[in-house]
Structures are given as structure tokens and as C-alpha cells.
């Protein structure tokens, strides 16, 4: 069983079954699979076949960055091969050129036989192993981040609301202390902004604002921007006497009439009075527009009640997952500024005879070590 989790096999069905989940997860964002115990499973899965492949593999790496085996050097015997001139000066000759391009070098000497190992760029073999391990440093930030917790919160403009512990694990307020709908230069909307404080009795201990695709953080919390809404306040004097928060666009009842509070054409907004189900008048309403009813009841107009609605999330996972980026990118750079190359050169003596290889991955390079070999030999 551990032989077929560990296999390159099992991960990539693993991963395909992960890809298929996130398809399914991106195409039904109301979902809960992010959170789903089977998903947190498959990236489990996938976790620990990395881990196995990779640590299985490190022994190997470090035994090359270490040194060179005896084994390696056996390997290469030299029963036929090119003929060369004093193949003791030939072997002396390639191993100072080789240190001079900063090779590390090894030489085997066995009777009438010898062995040049050179290697340079261990560091590009690290490159995929750690590519390895960052992967399962980002699914175990995942899994980490699958714990956190995601609650709405808000208001209106100047109220303060608490925040539940289970997200701000201490006894935090939130108090919103403006929103706004930021328009560009053609008069088309350009964003959300919501300009909060967090309060920690009555002391203000973080305060910015978040926007959509820009949320404020603060201590593993992220405040997003969520939802918001315009609803208006009005006075009135006589029949349901006092002040009321009005919804857009929802008919009322006052003194025998309808109305409702609509967005105008433009910008701005206007009041629609009805009177037996016919449109009875049409108020432009600015800040102190007076409206008069039935029955000595008069309808002040006070404002608008912008409304917010956050998104706090927290996220015990991004640190880890940031470290696991960290880690890529790495792996990146060490691929793509380096490349591992090998050299054996092995010297028969007696027959005045040499074999060489060059291993290396980037085909314009080994062909440059090929004909360096051959013309040093």
C-alpha cells in the first residue's frame, strides 16, 4: 500500500481528482468542497505521496553533494574508446581545466586504469526536490487554512458592531465609520469603499479600509468588502410620528396614501406618492425636502443610510502557504539560472586509450562539454 501511495501513478490520480473537485468548486461558488472533509482528504493523500517520493529520493542528493562512490567510478571501464598521445599528460591536462571552470572533482586510479569524475551545479539538482517539498508545504497550509472561520458583519454608517470570537478570538467592536460608492472619471462605478476602526473597548486599536479586491487585514483577520446598500431616513410629524429607516424601492402606507423611495433617472433619488393605486405626485428629494400627507401628517426628508456588509475570514493556512511560494520560487530560480552537468573520463594506460561522457539536460550545453572533451583530448 505505502509502495503504491508513494508512486508517481497514485499522485497524479490523486491530482486529477483534485483538479475535477476545484472545476466543480470554481463553477459552483456557493459550494462548501473547499471545506468538504473528502477534499481535505484527497489533498491529504496528495500530501503524503509527495512526501514519501520526495524523502525517498533525498538519500540519493545527498550522497552526490556529499562525494563520489566507488560504484560510480567502476562503472565507466575503458576497454575501447579513443586513442590518445601519453594518456597520464591528457589526464593531468583535463583535470587543471576542469578545476579552473570550477568543477568538483574526483580521480580514481586502479593499476593501468583511471576515472575523472567531474560535476558542476549541485545546486540544480536540489531544484526539483525542493519544488517537492513546497508542494506539500502549500497543501499543508491549505489543510491548515480549511480550519478558519468566515462570518458577515455590519451596519450602517456609524454604528458598532461586535465581531464574533470565534474569528477575532478576543472581544473586538467594529465600527463603520463611512461608505462609499467611488465612481471614475465617466461617471461609472468604480469601486466600494468602506472606511472601518476596530475598537477594543472604547480605544481604537486598527483602523483603514477595505474595498473590493483590496480588503484590510489585522492580526490574521481579513475584512472584506461583501455587500452595502443605500436605505434613507425620513422624519414624520403626525400619523407614525418619529424617525424611519425607508428601504429602496419597498411601497409603504402613510396617512391613506402609498409611497416609495426610488433611484432617479440620474443621480439622486425621488419619492413616488400613490393615491388609490394611481401615481398621485413625484418628489425630487434632497436633504430637508418636506412632503405633505393627508391628515396634517408631513414626511421630512433626512438623508441617506448607507449600509455595509463585511466578510471577515480568517486564514491560519497563508503563512504557510506563503512559505510554501517562498520555497517555489526558489526552485524556480535555481531552474531556470543553472543546469547539473557531468563529466566521466575514464583512461586506459596500458592501451593509451580514453572514454569520456557528458551528462547534462540542456542539449546546447552538452554539446559545448562534447567538444571540449574531444579537443582536450
Not at 461609472?188 to 468602506?194: A, G, L, Y
Request: with cysteine.
Amino acid at each position: 500500500m505505502l509502495k503504491f501511495f508513494s508512486s508517481m501513478k497514485a499522485g497524479l490520480i490523486i491530482m486529477g481528482l483534485i483538479i475535477i473537485a476545484s472545476i466543480a468548486g470554481t463553477l459552483q461558488p456557493q459550494s462548501t468542497i473547499y471545506k468538504s472533509f473528502w477534499f481535505n482528504g484527497l489533498l491529504l493523500l496528495l500530501t503524503i505521496n509527495l512526501t514519501v517520493c520526495t524523502f525517498r529520493r533525498i538519500p540519493g542528493l545527498l550522497e552526490k553533494i556529499k562525494g563520489f562512490s566507488p560504484e560510480e567510478k567502476e562503472e565507466f571501464p575503458v576497454e575501447e574508446g579513443i586513442k590518445v598521445e601519453s594518456s597520464r599528460d591528457r589526464e593531468a591536462k583535463i583535470l587543471e581545466a576542469l578545476r579552473n571552470k570550477g568543477y568538483k572533482v574526483n580521480l580514481m586510479t586502479q593499476k593501468d586504469y583511471s576515472c575523472i569524475i567531474a560535476r558542476k551545479g549541485i545546486l540544480y539538482l536540489i531544484a526539483p526536490h525542493l519544488l517537492h517539498i513546497s508542494l506539500i508545504v502549500i497543501f499543508l497550509g491549505a489543510l491548515i487554512g480549511s480550519t478558519g472561520e468566515s462570518i458577515n458583519v455590519g451596519g450602517y454608517v456609524g454604528d458598532v458592531t461586535p465581531i464574533p470570537e470565534k474569528v477575532a478570538k478576543t472581544h473586538l467592536l467594529l465600527k463603520i465609520k463611512d461608505f462609499q460608492t467611488v465612481y471614475d472619471k465617466d461617471k461609472t462605478v468604480d469601486n466600494w469603499e468602506s472606511a472601518i476602526a476596530l475598537l477594543a473597548g472604547e480605544s481604537i486599536v486598527a483602523e483603514g479600509t477595505t474595498k473590493v479586491n483590496h480588503p484590510f487585514k489585522y492580526k490574521g483577520m481579513t475584512f472584506y468588502q461583501s455587500g452595502y446598500g443605500y436605505n434613507h431616513l425620513i422624519e414624520v410629524q403626525g400619523e407614525a410620528e418619529g424617525k424611519h429607516i425607508i428601504p429602496l424601492n419597498k411601497v409603504l402606507s402613510l396617512a391613506g396614501r402609498m409611497f416609495k423611495i426610488e433611484k432617479a433617472p440620474g443621480m439622486g433619488y425621488v419619492l413616488k406618492v400613490y393615491e388609490n393605486h394611481t401615481k398621485y405626485d413625484t418628489y425630487e428629494l434632497k436633504e430637508g425636502t418636506v412632503i405633505n400627507f393627508p391628515n396634517a401628517t408631513i414626511l421630512k426628508y433626512l438623508g441617506e443610510k448607507p449600509y455595509t456588509v463585511l466578510k471577515v475570514k480568517t486564514d491560519p493556512g497563508t503563512p504557510v502557504v506563503m512559505s510554501g511560494f517562498f520555497l517555489m520560487t526558489l526552485a524556480s530560480f535555481l531552474f531556470w539560472t543553472g543546469s547539473y552537468r557531468e563529466i566521466k573520463i575514464g583512461f586506459n594506460h596500458t592501451k593509451q586509450l580514453a572514454k569520456f561522457q557528458v551528462i547534462c539536460r540542456n542539449k546546447s550545453v552538452q554539446e559545448k562539454l562534447h567538444q571540449e572533451m574531444t579537443a582536450l583530448l
